[in-house]
């Protein structure tokens, strides 16, 4: 009983020392609030400026000549202290270092004037020679295409030349006869006839300047199946002229020379290879 009646006397004091403090702490926020509504707040002073206007000392009937020096003074300093922004002029003369550097200057500045229009030309120069190039190189490629487009079109045309020679050769017997094969040739008959002709009419106009000359004259003469000269080419010279003309004229005077007979009735071309012989010493000549 003697401990409940203790544990109860401390919980009341207990209780009474809570609600003092609470009471306590109240009191003292409430003093706090009073004293900052209450504080006097510190105004800024005011001070009168008082400026007391003296008048002058000198004589009234100085004021106009003492405000026109008051001015002009005025305007002096203003002159005095305030800063020009006006360009000084040159002066009119100058010395000779002067003109001579200005010379200079001058001098300096035409030179680069003159690198900076060469430096222009150099370019545009280069400019026309690229293009000149240029140009060269497109021509050439050009006539290189034309060249190769006519190269092939002759190429085209001898093939197709050679083409239609070999179709003509087929469908022509062509035979070349020479001294020695017309003896054992089926045409020997005929080209003993040609020789006869051609000696005979060669003997009768042989020509006045040629009975002091002597050579050998050998020629192709080509016959058709008609006996008609298709072409006379001379294979070796004598090394005269009058000499080589006689022989063919004698080939031409004797001309025709006749149909080709049955034994060469496959041969549509003749080509008789001939040696020409003059003799000065009978002035005559004969064919071998």
Known sequence: MARAQIGEDYSSLKDKFFLLCIVIAVLLHAG?????????QQQG????IAVTIRPSEKSVEHADFLAQADQQGSGQYKDK?????EIAPAPETQTAGEQAQLHELEMIQQQRQLHFEEKVLMTVLSWQKQSEEQERKKAKEQFESQYQAKAAMIASLEAQYLRRQQDYSRQQSIKTVDGIQAKRDASAAYLEKFREK???YG?????????????EVQLMVILNAEGGIRAIRLLESSGHTILDEAAKNSV?????????????QNISELRIVRTWRFDPAQ???EVK
């Open 32 to 40: 706090l609030l009073l004293f900052q509504f209450t504080m006097p």
């Open 45 to 48: 002073s005011v001070q009168d």
């Open 81 to 85: 202290h305030k800063t020009s922004t």
């Open 198 to 200: 051609v000696e005979l």
């Open 203 to 215: 003997n009768r106009y042989y020509p006045e300047q040629a009975k002091q000359l002597a050579g």
């Open 252 to 264: 031409r005077r004797g001309a025709p020379f006749g149909r080709f007979d049955k034994n060469m």
């Open 283 to 285: 002035a005559e000549f």
